[in-house]
């Protein structure tokens, strides 16, 4: 499948961006990256991606076969404008699905950056002959990212409730969403 | 398999023809078919329509209408004594459509189909073979469009998702690669896709306005 990229989308403002895998000599630009997401949202990430040492390790051990990070690049000098990352378990029970988290940076938000590594991830998905996709979203916090999922037909199928703190302490619901994708195609 | 050879006939003069034996018969595969040649020619009954799946090319006569269009381009796959048990055509892109806006630059890879009756023999390998073997290609960007509800996913007995892989893995043998872009047919189902093939004389401008045509943006930055 890293055959298939870099693959090039030209976002809403006109900017080039690239579509590839992450490769270890990112460490730096996502590290950049990562500490530019708003501390509230960064608070909900299941690992501490500012950490150096922290990041250095995961893409030092980082298996194709069940951690499929994406990013979105600035063309023109390089930068990581957005992240996704599909997360495939080993365990044949579940190896039909994956889970997909995504960022994307604040001073680009709204260009569709988010639509497009979604649909990328969900090609992928089907490359590697995956069934189920799965994203969740905090709500009141990734709502907009919920709305990219919601046009490229993922449903919500189920409501978390009060099931994440925020750094107030605050609890929030966490909305699953789901594309099936064996469903869809076996409609023809 | 015999090598391809250039027909005599100077208004033929591009036609290439490959024989080759399979265990359903001898097949010969011609490139640039000329309407006079395409005239009497009959579709095999593995081209048509079925329950959930039409051929793209309906008739015998939507060929002779490709072949006289401007570089509109017909390679056949055919058995004794007249039938069509395969095709490819290409074409430039129709005025109403978006890469039209780019002129001659574009031109498309419209369809490439083989008769359920001989599919797994590489009749649409020899097609593409014939097709892409022409210096022509070289000033062009070459574009495919897979749209599933097209596919005849079962008569090949595939999902969308593995026939969409098993046309990528076509095409790409002949330098085409999946692009992105917001055309609305394409993005109507993340199993379509849009593959191109970008000729060795094309200019960097010229890959330039393409890239953002794909986004729907006629004047780049």
Redesign the interface.
């Known amino acids: 499948m890293m055959?298939?990229y870099p693959?090039?989308?030209?976002a809403k403002d006109?900017t080039?961006v690239r579509?590839r895998p992450v490769v270890k000599a990112d460490e730096e630009a996502l590290r950049k990256f990562f500490a530019q997401i708003p501390e509230e949202e960064q608070w909900f990430l299941r690992e501490n991606m500012t950490d150096q040492e922290f990041l250095r390790k995961w893409l030092n051990k980082m298996d194709y076969d069940q951690v499929f990070p994406i990013v979105a690049v600035k063309e023109d000098d390089g930068a990581i404008l957005a992240s996704i990352t599909l997360y495939r378990s080993a365990s044949p029970a579940i190896r039909h699905v994956v889970h997909l988290r995504i960022m994307v940076h604040p001073e680009y938000r709204s260009l569709r950056l988010g639509s497009?590594l979604i649909?990328?991830s969900?090609?992928l998905s089907?490359?590697l002959?995956v069934e189920k996709v799965i994203a969740e979203f905090v709500a009141g916090v990734e709502d907009a990212a919920g709305a990219a999922a919601a046009k490229?037909d993922f449903q919500q199928e189920g409501i978390l409730r009060e099931y994440v703190k925020d750094r107030q302490g605050k609890y929030r619901d966490l909305i699953i969403m789901v594309r099936n994708?064996?469903k869809?195609?076996?409609d023809? | 398999m015999t090598l391809p050879s250039e027909a005599s006939n100077d208004s033929e003069r591009h036609m290439k023809i490959v024989v080759e034996e399979t265990h359903k018969g001898t097949l010969t595969f011609r490139s640039h078919c000329p309407p006079s040649f395409i005239e009497g020619l009959q579709m095999e009954s593995g081209l048509g329509h079925f329950a959930h799946y039409s051929s793209i090319i309906p008739n015998v006569e939507a060929f002779e209408t490709i072949a006289r269009n401007k570089a509109g381009r017909v390679t056949l796959a055919l058995i004794d004594p007249n039938l069509i048990v395969g095709y490819g055509v290409c074409w430039y892109p129709d005025k109403e459509d978006r890469w039209s806006a780019l002129g001659d630059l574009m031109y498309e890879m419209a369809a490439v189909e083989v008769s359920r009756n001989f599919r797994g023999l590489h009749v649409g390998r020899r097609i593409m073979d014939l097709t892409m073997d022409d210096d022509f290609f070289e000033d062009k960007i070459t574009y495919m469009v897979g749209l599933s509800w097209h596919w005849d996913l079962e008569g090949k007995g595939l999902t969308a998702a593995q026939y969409r892989r098993m046309m990528m893995d076509l095409y790409s043998l002949y330098g085409f690669r999946e692009v992105y872009t917001n055309e609305p047919n394409i993005t109507l189902k993340p199993e379509n896709v849009m593959m191109t093939r970008t000729g060795s004389r094309v200019s960097e401008e010229d890959q330039k306005r393409f890239r953002y045509l794909r986004f729907g943006i006629k004047q780049p930055k």
Do not use: N, R
């Not at chain 1, 693959?7 to 030209?10: G, Q, R």
């Open positions: 055959k298939d693959k090039t989308i030209v006109g080039l579509l497009w649909l990328d969900v090609k089907m490359d002959g490229l994708l064996h869809d195609w076996s023809f």
